[in-house]
Nanobody, 124 residues
């Protein structure tokens, strides 16, 4: 089992930045891909960004390309999401997810492990 705990959410004005963190514990190793998803009220869970187990490959959803950056520190079992140029439409609960594959998937059902989520609210 892998436990994931997100932190770093909050309220920010449009154009601002936030950095989310996701700390993994339990059965951890470097052989798992990590991803961030988000879900706004009434919407389906949306893929935001993913990173391979080595950290050498990253993927982004179209809505955040060029504004968000995903990274990981395997020594700390932590993945980060740097969010810049935030927009009101980025408002959502952001979830960290992990799966025992080296490559990234962009579908929520591909990930068996999830954090509890952290709220990000962007005011206009």
């Amino acid at each position: 089992q892998v436990q994931l705990v997100e932190s770093g959410g909050g309220l920010v004005q449009a154009g601002g930045s936030l950095r989310l963190s996701c700390a993994a514990s339990g059965r951890t190793s470097t052989s798992y891909a990590m991803a961030w998803f988000r879900q706004a009220p009434g919407n389906e869970r949306e893929f935001v960004a993913g990173i391979s187990s080595s950290g050498g490959t990253t993927y982004y959803g179209d809505a955040v390309k060029g504004r968000f950056t995903i990274s990981r520190d395997n020594a700390k079992n932590t993945v980060y999401l740097q969010m810049n140029s935030l927009k009101p439409e980025d408002t959502a609960v952001y979830y960290c997810a992990a799966r025992w594959r080296t490559v990234v998937g962009d579908i929520a059902a591909q990930y068996p492990y999830w954090g509890q989520g952290t709220q990000v609210t962007v005011s206009s």
